[in-house]
């Protein structure tokens, strides 16, 4: 309990969330240098990462406005163009974060939490 063991060849990122990572998803193309994490201290987070041989170096680039989620997140995801990312939590809403407008908005509410969040393109 609060005790943290780094394993050999794990990373940790600056500036971690205040509790546990629950997901974590890399950014597609145009942005594969790029991942997302939730957390369960209700806090989504973007960092960028370089690998410069055998090491991963990562710097945070922003977070998802605070209050977003009430509750912690369970899962994230990526629009193909890397523009927005959706979120889903245990709060039972699913919301949408546009990364140029850094606006949160809601998209799903449900009776019980929300554990996953994928992109599909209508055909």
């Known amino acids: 309990s609060g ?11 600056p500036s971690p969330p205040q509790d546990s990572v ?28 370089q690998k ?14 605070q209050n977003s989620h009430s509750q912690a997140i369970l899962s994230v995801g990526w629009k193909p163009d890397a523009s927005q ?7 039972a809403t699913g919301k ?7 606006q949160v908005l809601q998209f799903a509410a449900h009776s019980e939490a929300i554990k996953s969040v994928h992109w599909v393109e209508a055909h």
């Open 85 to 91: 990312i959706f979120t889903g939590s245990v709060d």
């Open 22 to 49: 629950s997901c974590l998803k890399f950014a597609p193309n145009p942005r594969p240098d790029v991942f997302c994490t939730g957390a369960w201290d209700n806090t989504v987070n973007i960092y960028q990462y």
């Open 96 to 102: 949408i974060w546009d990364l140029g407008s850094n």
């Open 52 to 65: 410069a041989g055998h090491e991963i170096q990562s710097k945070p680039l922003v977070q998802i406005p």
């Open 3 to 13: 005790i943290t063991q780094s394993i050999p060849g794990d990373h940790q990122v």
